[in-house]
């Protein structure tokens, strides 16, 4: 083992330097990964200090500048190879310097092996002083940097100003405003730290209902970051302005617009343009470079929550493990990043279809019932007219089917479960809230035209 090279890709370090010395943003990209230990070779290492030097004094840096603050930092090197870094360039930086700091932590792993092998052959340290510092050291790796310790009074104070809030009959909502009046008074709105699925067959509107949030939250001032694995940023903006609109996504996308069509946009535009979604169409390959890019997203835009579609897509990096143990970890690590950062999160999820009753159950969440435990609040969709049913179950039966959609919170953390009917703009794939459930001879009564805008 003394002999042994620790774990490292001088390779992959060339790349990563060479594309910081090559794109200006790359640094930006990557700055919440990377640390001078990612890099083993003593050159690299040098030769990122010197980046992040030159970055922080608010100058580019390229190889003038880099190449001036090593010489200052009376770092010795070969100019001829640092030039030469410049041709080792990649568009996909952040996922290069994801695997930097993975083989860091390896590095460190070993260092704490050998810490453990030299005190099981002596006495000189008390076992439990031992223990506990490898322990420490283990956690350390995976740990944020941000942690807050609260006593008891603490929560209690906490607690009660919850409780002062509440007695308020001018109380303002704790969580993020979802636009669904039942949601908000029985959630509270969405809550930083919690995980919240939803969850529906095929083609119900999971990514339809979760963008609807999105974008109420986001006129409520809230910022959020979008990751989909099968829609690219502007299908989704598409979709965003066809719900302000009323012009459907697929005619903003792939038709001649007419001059009417044109002026809704155009109105829609005025509406939205500044309100603050982000989409990272870099970071939806596996779960790792989403974490990754949430983090970035919390620390440059302060970002209130993510959306993720879907989990049963996701590349979770895993091996030897079947799909239930796969979706169970992705869910218990989205969920740590929510607690983590205090953020909400919307995770999507299919459920396995049921011919004989399509109506949405907890128990057809598709791969894993893990995911109904990590989950804090689970989200359902059903639209009857979708399958040509006539009525929605029991408690909604005399419920119009048409344009309409059951949102059933059918696990909730602290909160417990309800039911209602909202509507749905199929063309727009909207949904929007209600100030009555419509009876099926009954026309819909919208709560006010800002929800439905056409």
């Known amino acids: 083992m003394e002999d042994r090279i620790p774990i490292n890709d001088k390779e992959c370090e060339d790349i990563v330097i060479g594309s910081l010395l090559s794109d200006r943003n790359a640094l930006s990209d990557v700055r919440d990964i990377l640390t001078e230990d990612c890099f083993f070779d003593s050159f690299n290492r040098a030769a990122y200090r010197a980046i992040v030097t030159v970055a922080d004094r608010g100058k580019t840096a390229d190889i003038i500048s880099v190449k001036a603050e090593l010489e200052a930092s009376h770092v010795q090197f070969d100019i001829v190879k640092l030039v030469s870094l410049t041709d080792k360039y990649t568009l996909d930086t952040r996922q290069y310097a994801m695997r930097l700091k993975e083989l860091s932590s390896r590095r ?5 092996a050998q810490y453990l092998l030299i005190n099981s052959y002596s006495e000189e340290n008390a076992i439990e002083e031992v223990t506990q510092k490898a322990s420490d050291d283990i956690t350390s790796l995976f740990s944020s940097d941000v942690s807050e310790i609260m006593r008891l009074h603490d929560g209690i104070e906490k607690v009660n100003m919850i409780i002062n809030a509440n007695l308020s009959h001018d109380k303002e909502l704790v969580g993020t405003p979802t636009g669904f009046g039942e949601l908000d ?49 502007e299908q989704l903006t598409a979709r965003i302005m066809a719900m302000e609109s009323g012009v459907s996504s697929s005619s903003i996308l792939y038709s001649q617009l007419d001059g009417g069509q044109l002026k809704k946009i155009d109105e829609s535009i005025n509406k939205i343009e500044n ?6 169409d870099r970071s939806t390959s596996n779960i790792d470079a989403i974490l990754s890019s949430i983090r970035y997203m919390k620390r ?14 996701l590349n979770v990096n895993m091996k030897n493990v079947n799909k239930e143990q796969a979706m169970g970890d992705v869910t218990r690590r989205l969920k ?6 205090d953020i909400w999160v919307i995770a999507l999820s299919q459920l396995s279809r049921c011919r004989e009753d399509p109506a949405p159950t907890l128990a ?24 040509g049913k006539l009525s929605y179950p029991s408690d909604f039966s005399n419920a119009s ?26 063309p727009t794939t909207l949904f929007y809230d209600m100030q009555n459930t419509p009876t099926k001879p009954e026309q819909l009564n919208i709560t006010s035209v ?3 805008p056409f």
């Open 401 to 426: 089917v048409n344009g309409t959609a059951m949102i059933h919170l059918a696990k909730g953390r602290n909160v417990g479960t309800t039911k209602f009917i909202c509507g749905f703009n199929a």
């Open 185 to 233: 008074r029985k959630m509270g709105g969405l809550q930083g730290s919690d995980l919240n699925i939803i969850a529906a067959e095929s083609s119900q509107g999971k990514t339809s209902l979760a963008l609807s949030i999105v974008l109420n939250a986001a006129k409520a001032g809230k910022r959020t970051a979008i990751y989909s694995m099968e829609m690219k940023a």
């Open 364 to 387: 057809r969440l598709r791969d894993s019932g893990q995911i109904v435990e990590a989950a804090d609040n689970v989200i359902l969709i059903y639209r009857p007219e979708f399958y």
């Open 300 to 313: 440059k835009y302060n970002i209130d929550g993510a959306v993720v579609d879907y989990l049963q897509i």
């Open 336 to 341: 740590n990043i929510a607690k983590e950062l």
């Open 108 to 112: 460190r792993l070993t260092t704490i």
């Open 450 to 452: 800002e929800n439905v």
């Open 275 to 280: 309100l603050d979604i982000f989409f990272d």
